[in-house]
Structure formats: structure tokens, C-alpha cells
């Protein structure tokens, strides 16, 4: 009889993709989440069916009973809300096994005999993720995978038997990416994030050095070898920030033709596959959900959420428009407290914003909640800005811009509830 996995906040980006590889590896699969979601839907439809809305002890006890529980795997945010949630009690009180995503996760690989290759930087992982994926579908070689959104060319999560790699975007968040040993990592640049578990600059670049450290091989800009202090050997590749061949990549975005440029080096290594030919493969790269994803005409979705990323949006939008419309939802108000000063200049040359209240996850209960109005307050150019909600007079004014031809960016990083879900009820065909 195969071993009965409940996964906690199934609806992640990052358990929902893990929960579909244990089915396909083999395990039996049930979870749980605190709301309904387009992720959990896509999981429905993929054919796990045992989720619960709701996380409390008797409905957890229900399903024991039904269903015996051998492994209880959670998020990170589940033990960082509440170290007293009622599943982790009803786990302990029932000698269930628990743990966090990686020690799943490092099991199936070792089981399966896989090579891991990990991405892993404060932004781009996704994108980076998923540009590999396409890379070496396109190659036709069997791979296993995660994906922290939807993509177009296959499941967010995907175990393949007889497969050599295993492709991961590797969080730092809670130091997540500490527990692997990856056959190959990719660094896709290293900024500064997650405050509250890295409380220094100094911490954030010591966890990537480590992170590094572990790993066989590396990919990784010349700019964060300076930037970070890396030791490098020959286990190095590094790439250069101005390369000349970055102009033959024809993806918008420079973000996305670094990201690519990068893949592209690594799938080199492992396969040997001439420049040229992962060059034109990648050219051809459909993109993915949530990451400059067109919902209509003139209105885009993207995921961004820190400072760099909101640049590398800016950037992207700016090469298709000068006309640009921001509507923002900021992630997380624990976050805020860290970057609110990032705001000075971040905005120059949106042509109007609209400021939604912070998506709220994982908060910090001592802090108070920064409202549209206090972080506009850091902006120089406050006068294009105005505070907003997700409401029937928004919908009216995002409709007026796309009627007059202005491109609208709606910059959402929080999954059920959010910005993002908002705008696809309001707008997408």
C-alpha cells in the first residue's frame, strides 16, 4: 500500500507543484488549505481530489480516520503563522511524521536517482525555472520538475520516470535551499529579501554562499561574484553582464534575456548542445502565468514584488508602451516596513498609479499595517498616484485606460483573494 502524503497549504506555488509529483511518483496524496484558489482548482482538475478548505483539527482527524496519514508535509508559512496550528497539534498528538517540503522533496530525488538543478536568487527564479523546463522539452530529454506557476507546455509539476534531472527553483525563504546538494545550480542575481529570516545583508549573502558551497556546479553572473564575495574555482561558470550574445536573444525584457542567457550556459554543460541552436529554441519560449502574462488587450499580470522585480516589469512594460499604467498591490505589509523608502523613485515615468491595500500573508503581528496612503507618502512623484480598491470604480477606471490605448500593468504578487484573481474575474475573456 503506498504511503498517504497530506500537504498543508497545497494551494502554494510551491507545495501545490510538490504534491502533484509525489501522486506521480507513486504516493497517495491529500492536503489542505486555508482558501480556495486557482491553484487549488488546477490541482482538482489534475486529479487530486482529497483537498479541505479549512485546516482545522477535526478535519484533519476526519481524513486520519478515513485515510490513514503517513507523512504531514507543510509550508513554510504554516509554522511561521501559527507553531500551534491545529494540524501540526493533531499530527503530534497522533505520532505522525511532519516536516517541511525539502525533506520530501530530497527523498523523491534520492529514490529516483536524479540530478538536481537548482535556481535559485532573489528574483527570476520562476521565470529561469520554467525557461529550462522549455529548453530541454524542446530538446526532447525526459526531465522531472517544479514550477511555481502555470505554464503552457506542461503540468506545474512533473515527475518522469527514467528521467536524469530534476529541475528546482530553489527558495531562500526560511532557508529552504539549505537542504539540497544540487548537481548544478543556477544564481539568477542576489539583491536583498525576506528581512525577517535574514536579518542583515551579510546573513542573506552568507545562506547563498552556503547554498553554493553545497553545490557540484555553478552558474553565476560576474556582478554578484563581486557583489557577494564569492570564492570561485573551477566548479565556476561565470558569466559575463555584458555579453555581446544577449542581443541575438529575442525575448522582451532585458530581465528575461539575462534569465535566458543564462539558462542557455547551463543546458550547454549538462548536454553539450551547440549555442545556436539553445539560442533559437529560446526564442521561441511562450513565457508563463503571471510573469507578463496577458490577461487582454493593453492589460498584463505580473508577479513582481520586490524592488528588482518591480524594475524588471517597469522595463518590460516601457518596450511596449510609453504609455504605462500601474495598478499595485504590494505583498505581504511585513515586507513594506523593509522597503518603503524603495519608493522614492521606483514609479518615474508610470503615467498614473493605482495603489491597492498590501496582500496580507505570514504577518508580523507587532507591526502596523501600512495603508496605500503611508507608502505613497515615500514616493517624489506622489501626485500620479492615488489609493484604490478592488471595486466596481477601479474596474471602471483600468477599462477607461485600455479603451484609450494606455497599457496596464497590474503588479500582484499574492495568490487566492488578490490583485491578480481580481482582474481575471473582471477582464479575462
Same mark, same amino acid.
Given at each position: 500500500?503506498?504511503?498517504?502524503i497530506y500537504f498543508?497549504?497545497?494551494?502554494g506555488?510551491?507545495?501545490?507543484?510538490?504534491?502533484?509529483?509525489?501522486?506521480?511518483?507513486?504516493y497517495k496524496v491529500?492536503g489542505?488549505d486555508?482558501?480556495?484558489?486557482q491553484?487549488?482548482?488546477?490541482?482538482h482538475?489534475?486529479?487530486?481530489?482529497d483537498?479541505?478548505i479549512?485546516?482545522s483539527?477535526?478535519?484533519i482527524?476526519?481524513l486520519h480516520?478515513?485515510?490513514?496519514?503517513?507523512?504531514?508535509?507543510y509550508?513554510?508559512?504554516?509554522?511561521?503563522?501559527?507553531?500551534?496550528?491545529?494540524?501540526?497539534?493533531?499530527?503530534?498528538?497522533?505520532?505522525?511524521k511532519?516536516s517541511?517540503r525539502?525533506e520530501?522533496?530530497n527523498?523523491i530525488i534520492?529514490?529516483?536517482k536524479l540530478k538536481?538543478?537548482?535556481?535559485?536568487?532573489?528574483?527570476?527564479?520562476?521565470?529561469?525555472?520554467?525557461?529550462t523546463?522549455?529548453?530541454?522539452?524542446?530538446?526532447?530529454?525526459?526531465?522531472s520538475y517544479a514550477?511555481?506557476?502555470?505554464?503552457s507546455?506542461?503540468?506545474?509539476?512533473?515527475?518522469t520516470?527514467?528521467s536524469?534531472y530534476?529541475?528546482?527553483?530553489?527558495?531562500?525563504?526560511?532557508?529552504n535551499f539549505?537542504a539540497?546538494?544540487?548537481?548544478?545550480?543556477l544564481?539568477t542575481g542576489?539583491?536583498?529579501?525576506?528581512?525577517?529570516?535574514?536579518?542583515?545583508?551579510?546573513?542573506?549573502?552568507a545562506?547563498?554562499?552556503q547554498?553554493?558551497?553545497?553545490?557540484e556546479?555553478?552558474v553565476?553572473?560576474?556582478?554578484?561574484v563581486?557583489?557577494?564575495?564569492?570564492?570561485?574555482?573551477?566548479?565556476y561558470?561565470?558569466l559575463e553582464d555584458?555579453e555581446?550574445l544577449?542581443?541575438r536573444?529575442?525575448?522582451?525584457?532585458a530581465?528575461?534575456?539575462?534569465?535566458?542567457?543564462?539558462?542557455?550556459?547551463?543546458?550547454?554543460?549538462?548536454?553539450k548542445v551547440?549555442?545556436?541552436?539553445?539560442?533559437?529554441?529560446?526564442n521561441?519560449f511562450?513565457?508563463?502565468?503571471?510573469?507578463?502574462?496577458?490577461?487582454?488587450?493593453?492589460?498584463?499580470?505580473?508577479?513582481? @514584488?520586490t524592488?528588482?522585480?518591480?524594475?524588471?516589469?517597469?522595463?518590460?512594460?516601457?518596450?511596449?508602451s510609453q504609455?504605462v499604467?500601474v495598478?499595485?498591490?504590494?505583498?505581504?505589509?511585513?515586507?513594506q516596513h523593509y522597503?518603503k523608502?524603495?519608493y522614492?523613485?521606483?514609479?518615474?515615468?508610470?503615467?498614473?498609479l493605482y495603489?491597492?491595500?498590501?496582500?496580507?500573508?505570514?504577518?508580523d503581528?507587532?507591526?502596523?499595517?501600512?495603508s496605500?496612503t503611508?507608502l505613497i507618502?515615500?514616493m517624489?512623484?506622489?501626485?500620479?498616484?492615488e489609493?484604490?480598491?478592488?471595486n466596481?470604480s477601479?474596474a471602471?477606471?483600468?477599462?477607461? @485606460?485600455?479603451?484609450s490605448?494606455d497599457?496596464?500593468?497590474?503588479?500582484?504578487?499574492?495568490g487566492?483573494?488578490s490583485?491578480?484573481?481580481?482582474?481575471r474575474?473582471?477582464?479575462?475573456?
Open positions: 500500500m503506498s504511503m498517504h498543508s497549504g497545497i494551494g506555488t510551491a507545495i501545490g507543484p510538490l504534491a502533484m509529483i509525489a501522486r506521480q511518483a507513486g491529500s489542505s486555508k482558501q480556495d484558489s491553484y487549488v482548482k488546477y490541482l482538475s489534475h486529479g487530486i481530489d483537498i479541505q479549512g485546516q483539527y477535526d478535519q482527524a476526519d480516520k478515513r485515510s490513514p496519514i503517513d507523512w504531514y508535509v509550508s513554510s508559512a504554516v509554522i511561521i503563522e501559527n507553531p500551534e496550528a491545529p494540524e501540526l497539534k493533531f499530527c503530534d498528538d497522533h505520532k505522525i511532519t517541511k525539502d520530501l522533496l527523498k534520492t529514490d529516483k538536481l538543478v537548482a535556481i535559485a536568487g532573489t528574483h527570476g527564479k520562476t521565470t529561469t525555472t520554467a525557461m523546463v522549455w529548453l530541454m522539452k524542446r530538446l526532447n530529454i525526459p526531465i514550477v511555481g506557476a502555470k505554464i507546455y506542461g503540468e506545474m509539476g512533473q515527475y520516470p527514467g536524469e530534476f529541475i528546482y527553483e530553489a527558495d531562500e525563504f526560511d532557508r539549505l539540497f546538494q544540487p548537481y548544478t545550480s544564481i542576489i539583491a536583498y529579501d525576506h528581512q525577517e529570516i535574514f536579518p542583515t545583508l551579510g546573513d542573506y549573502q545562506a547563498f554562499r547554498f553554493l558551497n553545497a553545490s556546479h555553478k553565476v553572473w560576474k556582478s554578484d563581486k557583489s557577494v564575495n564569492l570564492a570561485t574555482d573551477d566548479k561558470q561565470i555584458n555581446p544577449l542581443s536573444i529575442k525575448l522582451v525584457g530581465v528575461n534575456r539575462r534569465n535566458a542567457w543564462q539558462v542557455i550556459n547551463a543546458v550547454h554543460k549538462l548536454l551547440p549555442l545556436d541552436d539553445l539560442i533559437n529554441h529560446i521561441h511562450p513565457g508563463l502565468s503571471r510573469r507578463f502574462e496577458r490577461i487582454a488587450d493593453n492589460l498584463y499580470s505580473d508577479y513582481a @514584488h524592488p528588482e522585480k518591480i524594475k524588471g516589469c517597469l522595463q518590460m512594460a516601457f518596450e511596449v504609455n499604467i495598478v499595485y498591490e504590494p505583498l505581504t505589509d511585513r515586507r522597503i523608502d524603495t522614492k523613485d521606483l514609479f518615474i515615468g508610470v503615467k498614473k495603489w491597492v491595500p498590501s496582500y496580507l500573508a505570514r504577518e503581528p507587532s507591526q502596523s499595517v501600512l496605500p503611508d507618502s515615500h517624489d512623484n506622489k501626485d500620479i498616484a489609493p484604490a480598491a478592488l466596481d477601479l471602471l477606471k483600468v477599462q477607461g @485606460h485600455i479603451t490605448g497599457l496596464v500593468v497590474c503588479i500582484t504578487g499574492g487566492g483573494g490583485l491578480d484573481e481580481w482582474i474575474q473582471q477582464f479575462e475573456k
